[in-house]
């Protein structure tokens, strides 16, 4: 029973940091490949990061230069240091990988001005 656990999240006033994990506690195998979304109130979950197998990562434009994904493969975890924080950064962050298609809980980030 494969499931994604995502935790970290919080309040925090505009321009400081939060770091938030996610693991896969059910998984066999070795994840290499993961992904950060958020969800915004009233909008579509939207792409933040990638890393993918290779190392190399992906930022989406709103978060580029403020976010840093990383992972840990032995421990099949996947983090996102996010600094620098906004507003309208506020929304449920969620984990995914290719390997499994679920979502987890997600974790709520509220930034206040």
């Known amino acids: 029973q494969v499931e994604l656990v995502e935790s970290g999240g919080g309040l925090v006033q505009a321009g400081g940091s939060l770091r938030l994990s996610c693991a896969a506690p059910?998984?066999?195998?070795?994840?290499?490949?993961w992904s950060w979304y958020r969800q915004a109130p009233g909008k579509q979950r939207e792409l933040l990061a990638q890393?993918?197998?290779?190392?190399?990562?992906y930022y989406g434009d709103s978060v580029k230069g403020r976010f840093t994904i990383s992972r840990d493969i032995l421990k099949n975890t996947v983090h996102l240091q996010m600094n620098s924080l906004r507003p309208e950064d506020t929304g449920v962050y969620y984990c995914?990988?290719?390997?499994?298609?679920?979502w987890g809980q997600g974790t709520q980030v509220t930034v206040s001005s």
């Open positions: 995914r990988t290719p390997y499994f298609d679920i």
């Open positions: 059910g998984s066999v195998i070795s994840i290499d490949m």
């Open positions: 890393i993918s197998h290779s190392t190399s990562s």
